[in-house]
């Protein structure tokens, strides 16, 4: 047997790929992990699969009809096969009909989504620099993971910076922190994974580093199992999406003692006096004391007092997991995290203050240089408009409708044709019934897919894509030391090709090759990526070697930095000279510019307690009584390789699971293992029950990633939470996803399930020349 190994990188690690008889036999993790994800396991049986996408495909009744053909029945027509020419032709006349007809803005081309590691093979912003160079098309902005948190930060601290990685570093928290308090846990399923792709998952080794240190930990979370094995930590259970309250509470007990930093707040920050009178109750004559905080999130008021005490006598530090802000109102709990860190007065400080998302991903907090990591450009897009990434729904179903957005109105425009490549939105949006109403509106959708995912099924002309192993890329991430070389180890199955080349062709069809390529091809575009990370790299004082000798080895590596990285350590030692980026310079709690937006319902202009549309003390917890979070899979990326060995492997009678307590699934007559139907007026799922005490009684939990798979009646067979979730903005300012914000109904299934379906590729009905 003919054995050959080649170096290749993913979301979820950096690994040697062993191909033999043209087939991948096994992905080695890279050498240099300590803690390599098993999710690597997956991809031999994912790209040789029965449900890679073989051929281009056109759904037969679009085929015929084109913008006449029934729009609903996307998803349940079968496909025509067709060769690439007639493919890439019908996408070209699409195009050019819709640009004559109705302008760049009809065409949508946000293609939300996380693809490849590989940054030249990115395929959304290979999406953007094509429909860009093309004309322009209509943008998203923002993410589904920090969305709240993107568009608050700048007005209260000048920067999101402290959401794309770049907190208070752990080798300093080791060194300094005492206290280490994070509200959303430290979940390492979830740094397996970094975007870009991890050289090295160095989170496990830094927490263990923490903890031999001596840093004691308190967990606060609706579950038990955001407690890390071996983590000899503190758990605080509390009801989801009242953190805010908590944080409020924890700055009256300070205030109340006497305990806060008056120094501090009055020194580096604009406003905390107006906060601390609506603390204190002196504008709605409701004090946020502890006992009004017990009876919102749960946690008893002689608790609250006591973290609150513990916290102000010993070095501490706050960190807020990315949960917290994917949900309604989520703007509060992370301006509070800062307000009550500000009470405290260790913001700037070695080990103290606030951060974001340290067990969010892998390599947040990790010690490294502050230089790029590699990146392909999109370019400009010429239409100029972008929605919030998560208000697509609502731009499909209310063309021409007004809505807010971070101080500005605009208007969602009318969306002739939809674009995606690299993304699943029937993973990743909310209330999915409601995002299959909106589907059936555009005339056109074209999806480039390497599987027959939900999303690939609902598209009227499907290209088929290359995974990494079928091309040269380079990548890597900002939150991590390594760069990586990613050599082609497999040819392109069946006839898929690379996104770059699908986009260069259709590019030359419309006029404007060049304009997409620049005059390169793979590995030119290859070498001029890294000449640029080169040129940054060497710019920092660092050694790179060329191009070639770094093909040949397989990676790059950047030395840890010399010294930790303290979150506005400059700013705290000389605000004056380094004054943050907001109006007053300092830290905003309470802000003029949010004030003068006018959301006062839905932000005010300082931290406040407003409850969320859906929680458990909500009126709709009478009917709903179970507050569902949805929480990042273990098992794979999102919904990536779901059909895989190692996510399989974890679903009970093929569905996902659903954890409950003990005492709830007894009063449900529900036992371990049990297939039952998640619910509530949005929709229905069928899970099957895991039942224990590690939940807070009043909680269900659910991974995301289950290839959704409705049966009709909007009932969904395989576990797919994103059918219960609701689809609304967190606020007016940030209209950032609210998916943590659901309530929901467990009852026992009865009788037989519907089998489920979401592993089969597509019926088809014949080919075309
Ligand atoms: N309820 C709920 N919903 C959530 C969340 C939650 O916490 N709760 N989390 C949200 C978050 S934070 C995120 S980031 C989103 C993630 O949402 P997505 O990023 O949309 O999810 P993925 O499953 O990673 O989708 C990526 C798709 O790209 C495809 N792909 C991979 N490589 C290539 C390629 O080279 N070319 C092409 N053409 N396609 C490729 C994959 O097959 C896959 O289908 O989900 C969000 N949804
Ligand atoms: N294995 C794996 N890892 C991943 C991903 C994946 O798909 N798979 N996705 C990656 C991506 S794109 C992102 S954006 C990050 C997301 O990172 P996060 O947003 O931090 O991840 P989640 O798993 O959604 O939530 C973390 C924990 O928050 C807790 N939580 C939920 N709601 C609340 C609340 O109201 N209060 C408190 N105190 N706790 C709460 C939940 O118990 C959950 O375990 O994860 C990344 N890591
Ligand atoms: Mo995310």
Redesign the pocket.
Known sequence: MNVKRYPSLSHWGAFTAVVADGRLQACEPFERDPAPSA?LQSMPGMVHSPLRIARPAVRKGWLERREGADRAARGSEPFVEVGWDAALELVTEELARMRGQYGATSIFGGSYG?SSAGRLHHARTLTHRFLNAGGGCVNQAGN???GAAQFLLPHVIGTYAPVTGRVTDWKNVAAHTRLFVA???L?L??T??T?GGAGEHSTPRWLEQARRAGVRFVI????R??VPAGLDARWIP?R????TALMLAMVHALLADGRHAADFVHTHCAGFDRFADYVAGRADGQPKSPEWAQGICGVPAAEIRALARQAAGTRTLLTC????Q??HRGEQPYWAVIALAAALGQIGLPGGGFAF?H???NGVGNPRPGVAAPEMSAGANPAGKSIPVARIADMLLQPGEPFEFNGRTDVYPDIRMVYWAGGNPFHHHQDLNRLLRAWSRPQTIVVHESWWTPTARRADIVLPATTTLERNDIGGSSRDRFVLAMHKALPPQGQSRNDFDIYRELAARGGFEDAFTEGRDEFQWLRHIYAGLAANWRGGGFEVPEFDAFWRAGYLELPEPAQDFVLFGDFRRDPAAHPLKTPSGRIEIYSERIAGFGYADDCPPHPAWIPPAEWLGAPAAARYPLHL??????D???SQLDAGAVSTAGKIHGRERVQLATADAARRGIADGDLVKVYNARGACIAAAVVHDGVMPGVA?MS??AWFDPAGDALERHGNPNVLTLDIGTSRLTQAPSA?SALVEIAKWEGEAPPVRAFEAPAFAGRAA
């Open positions: 999710i996380w589904y993971s920090w509200f959303g846990g979940p399923r979830n397996q994974i975007s606060v979370s609706p579950t199992a955001d509390i989801p999406n009242t953190d997991a990315w949960s917290l994917r949900a998302g067990a969010s991903m979070v949805t929480s990042q899979p273990a794979k990326l999102h939990i995301t990633g943590l």
